[in-house]
């Protein structure tokens, strides 16, 4: 089955680390693009960094400085390095991915999304 899934959300003190992490699974042909959104309570969701195939990210200027995204390509996963965390980035944060799925009638291009992880930083 063609999905993305997220791991390692939850509860950390303000200031402290966390590292969630974003797997893309099933008959995948080639990934062009996967990236973390995220959903503070109450607000619009909004993309936090994005990593092209070409190994380029681009981040949001909250995040700049403490949130660092990497990718580990031969296991169609990324990585969500966040330090220093503040209550502000408390939201449920999302995997996207765009990619080219393997099917029966030749290559398809797809977006996946998972279900979401729960990042809350409060003391």
């Known amino acids: 089955q063609l999905q993305v899934v997220e791991f390692g959300g939850g509860l950390v003190q303000p200031g402290g680390p966390l590292r969630p992490s974003c797997l893309a699974s099933?008959?995948?042909?080639?990934?062009?693009?996967m990236g973390w959104y995220r959903q503070p309570p109450g607000k619009e969701r909004e993309l936090v960094p994005l990593?092209?195939?070409?190994?380029?990210?681009t981040y949001l200027d909250s995040v700049k400085g403490r949130f660092t995204s990497s990718s580990n390509n031969a296991k169609n996963t990324i990585y969500l390095q966040m330090n220093s965390l503040k209550p502000e980035d408390t939201a449920v944060y999302y995997c996207?991915?765009?990619?080219?799925?393997?099917?029966?009638?030749?290559?398809?291009?797809?977006?996946?999304w998972g279900q979401g992880t729960l990042v809350t930083v409060s003391s």
């Open positions: 996207n991915a765009d990619l080219v799925a393997r099917t029966t009638l030749g290559n398809d291009r797809r977006e996946l």
């Open positions: 099933g008959r995948i042909f080639s990934i062009i693009t």
């Open positions: 990593i092209t195939t070409g190994g380029r990210t």
